[in-house]
């Protein structure tokens, strides 16, 4: 009627299931390091990214703040203060001999000045930056909605994708640089920003102009932009994978 | 009582069928989503290792933060709750063999892969999430349509009377016995419930809050969390739940009987316990 003492098959149980659950985490990491589980990821990026198409629609906006919910300093991430010559060069000089150059699959190769961007007619919203680490901050940022821009390039009909090339080299040697494709890059609230919070951009936010693309996550937004380049596909630029960060492992959609 | 008026059923084993194949299906493979949900989500803590409550992170004023300090020429893992400091060092903060300590906030031996590596760690929680939700989805309306909720889970208006004498007895860890663990005890149901309904929702819309492009589609969810800061937060709230009902469900499984609940969970039969003239209770 007692229950026979189990005590032995329990630590037996406990013991086997510490062994199983150590194999596995060894197991785990062993996954992580082989890639055989790479095609399984891609397929659960392509998942997340088809799920965010159907639910999110082209003109979704992301929510505007008010001035209250400004940051008191916004946080810069990543490239701090590009040290290549070039750039220092053109800070130095307040940015007057930068240009912009739109060139690629676009029927009129050009340059923009800051000047010249500045006389566009523009957008300002406060929107918050969330990091891929985890963090927010809010800002507000004024600058030409990248749609338009587009529009006075005129993008031939095989463009797919927009890449940003940006002036710094992030610690690792290679130069930074991002893509958006056509529907990110056409949407309202994608700006190229040339000021936050009412004042220039500063160096640390990524002066003179740097990319806002308020449904994405920040790796996504380019700062130092020097051109920007229409591309039927990026698998010839930087690593193939679309950006400085996604050749190093990070997901090229930065939805999530 | 029972045992006097049913001499015979003591001695012979009561079995029933109490998991169909598919329940137990879901829940092993929610068991395997859960752990690596948990693992890679420490991993993408400790990208970040600080929550904040509201829309943006106030940086100076962390709700939590988990951090390492050098304090005479030595790391110290700190971990500040709200106002408090505690020292953590060897688990939070800092951890790993001594000599050769890692100032990171969660312990390589909890985060998934063990290493730093956010870029992986993401890749492991959108890939279980993608199992997770779908079977989480599939059983709710499987508990819902196939009655499974009313005849099962949703506890009866009689069963209140005996929440009293129902906790003291779980820690005791005395369980029902006999025909009383044909189903599952008010508290039993009142964990299922909470669980199933409210904290693995929880932790998915949390979840999904925390991403700008799903903020786009579905605004509200900024609102009702109020704000993305407190939907991490929150996120980190239920699986730190998750994890608690977890350590007491595997208790529960190990107080009441290990091989006939793990059984009851592979092949589905559970033998019911005898009753015990034992631990009959003279008082009743």
């Known amino acids: 009627m007692t229950r026979p003492p189990d005590e032995r098959r329990r630590r037996f149980l406990a013991g086997s299931l510490l062994a199983t659950g150590s194999l596995l985490l060894g197991g785990c990491d062993r996954l992580s390091r082989s890639g055989t589980l790479q095609p399984l990821f891609d397929a659960s990026e392509a998942l997340t990214q088809r799920a965010h198409r159907l639910l999110a629609s082209r003109e979704a906006l992301a929510r505007e703040y008010t001035p209250a919910d400004i940051a008191p300093t916004f946080r810069p991430n990543g490239t701090t203060f590009p040290r290549e010559r070039a750039y220092m060069r053109l800070a ?36 918050r930056h969330d990091c891929v680490e985890g963090w927010s901050c809010i800002g507000q940022w004024t600058g030409v909605v990248l749609g338009d821009l587009l529009a006075r390039v005129g993008v031939k009909d095989e463009a797919r994708f927009v890449v940003f090339h940006c002036a710094d080299r992030f610690p690792g040697g290679d130069r930074y640089y991002e893509s958006l494709d056509m529907r990110e890059a056409y949407h309202p609230q994608t700006l190229l920003a040339y000021a936050l919070n009412g004042a220039p951009l500063p160096i640390a936010n990524g002066a003179p102009l740097r990319l806002r693309a308020e449904r994405q996550l920040g790796y996504k937004m380019a700062k130092y932009l020097m051109r920007l380049e229409l591309v039927d596909s990026f698998a010839h630029i930087g690593g193939g994978r679309g950006g400085f960060w996604e050749d190093r492992g990070y997901r090229w959609w930065a939805g999530i | 009582m029972s045992a006097m008026h049913h001499p015979t059923r003591d001695r012979s084993k009561t079995v029933i069928r109490r998991h169909s194949l598919f329940t137990r299906l879901w829940h092993w493979l929610t068991v395997l989503c859960l752990v690596i949900l948990l693992m890679s989500g420490l991993q993408i803590f400790n990208a970040h290792p600080a929550l904040y409550w509201g829309k943006d992170s106030h940086f100076d004023s962390p709700a939590l933060s988990i951090g390492a300090e050098r304090q005479d020429g030595e790391w110290r893992g700190i971990t500040q709750l709200g106002g408090w400091r505690f020292d953590t060092t060897g688990l939070l903060g800092v951890s790993g063999p001594e000599g050769d300590r890692d100032r990171r906030a969660f312990p390589a ?10 870029a992986m760690g993401r890749q492991w929680h959108f890939l279980a999430a993608w199992l997770f939700v779908p079977l989480l989805v599939a059983y709710l309306l499987y508990l819902v349509i196939g009655g499974r909720l009313r005849r099962r889970l949703l506890p009866r208006t009689t069963e209140w009377r005996h929440l009293g004498t129902l906790l003291i007895d779980h820690l005791r860890l005395r369980f029902p016995r006999g025909e009383a663990a044909r189903h599952y005890n008010l508290l039993q149901k009142l964990a299922y419930l909470t669980v199933l309904f409210v904290l693995a929702p929880l932790v998915v819309l949390t979840g999904l809050t925390m991403s700008p492009t799903m903020d786009a589609a579905w605004p509200w969810l900024l609102d009702v969390f109020g704000g993305r800061q407190s939907a991490r937060t929150l996120h980190f709230l239920c699986a730190v739940a998750l994890l608690a009902f977890f350590v007491i469900h595997v208790s529960m499984v190990l107080a009441s009987g290990v091989v006939n609940n793990l059984r009851s969970m592979i092949t589905g039969r559970y033998v019911l316990p005898p009753e015990e003239e034992s631990r009959h209770d003279p008082t009743s």
């Open chain 1, 92 to 127: 130095a000089g307040h940015f007057r001999a930068w240009r912009l150059e739109v060139d690629g699959l676009v029927e009129r190769p050009q340059a923009f000045s800051l000047e010249a961007l500045r006389a566009l007619p523009s957008r300002t919203q406060i929107t």
């Open chain 2, 109 to 118: 031996w909890a985060t998934l892969p063990g290493p730093r590596w956010l």
